[in-house]
């Protein structure tokens, strides 16, 4: 995953990610399917050990990241989390940490009450 660093990206809990070091070549498999094959196993290996994983998949699903393996998911299973999110009404793992009470502080930035993924 290149690790973009704009406003926009995330900051504090992405250099705590597995993939920080790793080839990101790994993470933008060819295929976009719902059954990642051979060409995603490796971002999944990855991803499948990293500690932020939640946050990360939070993260590229609320933003609409349609390209890649983030959070151990395709852009083809996230957005079918993100229909089945829109039409139950949910709401993701990063909005309830958000609205959550103690949660003054942005994940992004870090700090207290930032939370760790989990």
């Not at 597995?18 to 060819?30: H, K, N, T």
């Not at 932020?52 to 939070?58: A, H, I, K, N, T």
């Amino acid at each position: 995953m290149a690790i973009d660093h704009s406003p926009a990206a995330p900051s504090e809990w992405c250099r705590r990610a597995a993939c920080v070091g790793e080839d990101p070549e790994i993470f933008f498999p060819l295929a976009d399917t719902l059954a990642p094959g051979a060409e995603a196993r490796a971002a999944l290996a990855v991803c499948r050990r990293c500690p932020v994983l939640l946050v990360c998949r939070s993260w590229a699903i609320d933003r609409g990241e349609d390209a890649g393996i983030w959070g151990a998911t395709t852009a083809a299973q996230r957005r079918a989390v993100r229909r089945a999110t829109v039409e139950s009404g949910a709401l993701s793992a990063y909005q309830r940490y958000r609205a959550a009470p103690g949660a003054d502080v942005d994940p992004e930035r870090g700090g207290e009450g930032g939370g760790e993924a989990g």
